[in-house]
């Protein structure tokens, strides 16, 4: 069965034909290789293009095993070409040498369309960012949205609190929702996290000492939502006999934002406009996993589990996210996007005997658009001038 995900063919779609490169990144299993198997589907199907010039190559495939440097990616694309103008997918570009060189070489050798993913993100940073500086666009894979998750389940308004559940629960890796064995999904879960710890953290940051990163990922997902002091984390490790400098642990923890199962928000001073280098929180890409890793009820620590969801769908939808401070005041979320500003508190509900909630946003003093998230349905409305929405009908786009 397919999951459709329109919000991602929609955007290859635009860029199709472009001459910038289409650099698809994201935590493994996230969907990447899909999209871009849907995408090739289509052109052959609906756009007519020839499959002789199309060349799509996964590099964690045997079968391209000896394409190991910029050389040989070259050749074998060189001696597979058809006539015309060619479509390039390379799978997990990470795995080849010096890929960078054979693509700028296809860009300036070849009428050619490229598209490329990783499940790090390093990609997107030293040589591919001078040799390839402004002829690239990235799209950032994530796992299924809500909306994505509830459109799959043939979700309906009188199941969507119950889905909901499930999400936060679950997760939305597609694999974990093309199941309905709990054993099957926790598995698969286990899997992906070990596979990211493993490929994408141990290997990639030629870390010996597996134990701490593997401890420093436990010490994260149970704080979701949480400040994290560097210092504090780093005492905490050695009072459990796992001694670590603060300047190794901000290493690891810069490891697993690159590889995608982890995002930094950044406190920023809304007065001061300027980031505070401190109190930082740090977000996971899903709440299934955190679920299955430290062993818990998808109830512990509910409200920064919905916290993190609406973090992510922020992402998702193209923003960038801090946390807020404005005097003593935390603001959720202040998210940006162009010239728009939207910000942004999440509640499980709103207290009976406190405008805490509200108070947070209504004494900022700009016109900036003010919105409330909560996951009870009867406290939708304005509450002096504040709009206060379901955040399940927020996630599904109403």
């Known amino acids: ?235 905490t490790m050695k009072s459990n006999g796992d001694p670590i400098s603060i300047p190794t642990l901000s290493t690891y923890l810069s490891l697993l934002e690159r590889a995608f199962i982890f995002y930094r928000a950044r406190r920023y001073d809304l007065r001061g406009h300027k980031i505070l280098n401190s109190k930082d929180k740090f977000y996971i890409v899903d709440t299934g996993l955190r679920n299955t890793f430290i062993n818990k009820s998808p109830q512990d620590n509910f409200g920064h589990q919905l916290e993190n969801i609406v973090y992510i769908e922020l992402l998702n939808r193209g923003y960038q996210v801090d946390i807020g401070q404005y005097d003593d005041k935390e603001i959720d979320f202040v998210a940006r996007k162009g010239n728009e500003i939207i910000y942004y508190q999440v509640t499980l509900r709103l207290p009976d005997d406190s405008k805490r909630e509200t108070d947070n946003l209504r004494f900022i003093p700009d016109g900036y658009k003010k919105v409330v998230l909560t996951l009870n349905m009867l406290d939708q409305g304005m509450v002096d001038g504040i709009q206060v929405k379901y955040v399940v009908d927020w996630l599904l786009g109403k």
């Open 1 to 235: 069965m397919l999951i459709s995900r329109p919000h991602y063919m929609n955007f290859l779609e635009k860029f199709k034909d472009n001459e910038q490169i289409k650099v698809i990144t994201g935590i493994r299993r996230s969907g990447k290789t899909f999209i871009m198997k849907m995408f090739i589907a289509k052109l052959k199907k609906e756009d007519g293009i020839a499959p002789n010039n199309i060349i799509s190559i996964n590099f964690e495939s045997f079968a391209f095993r000896k394409i190991k440097d910029a050389d040989s990616l070259y050749q074998y694309v060189m001696d597979h070409k058809g006539k015309g103008k060619q479509y390039l997918f390379f799978d997990e570009i990470q795995h080849v040498n010096s890929w960078q060189e054979a693509i700028n070489a296809f860009r300036v050798d070849l009428d050619c369309d490229i598209y490329i993913t990783g499940s790090n993100g390093s990609l997107l940073s030293g040589d591919l960012a001078t040799l390839l500086a402004g002829r690239y666009v990235e799209l950032h894979v994530f796992p299924l949205s809500f909306k994505e998750y509830f459109t799959f389940h043939k979700g309906s308004p009188e199941t969507a609190y119950n889905l909901f559940l499930d999400y936060v629960k679950d997760g939305g890796f597609p694999l974990v929702s093309l199941t309905n064995d709990e054993d099957v999904k926790q598995s698969i879960k286990q899997g992906i996290i070990d596979s990211v710890i493993l490929h994408d953290v141990i290997i990639r940051g030629n870390i010996r000492d597996e134990s701490a990163i593997t401890k420093i990922v436990d010490y994260l997902m149970r704080e979701v939502g949480n400040t994290i002091s560097l210092r504090k984390m780093a005492n």
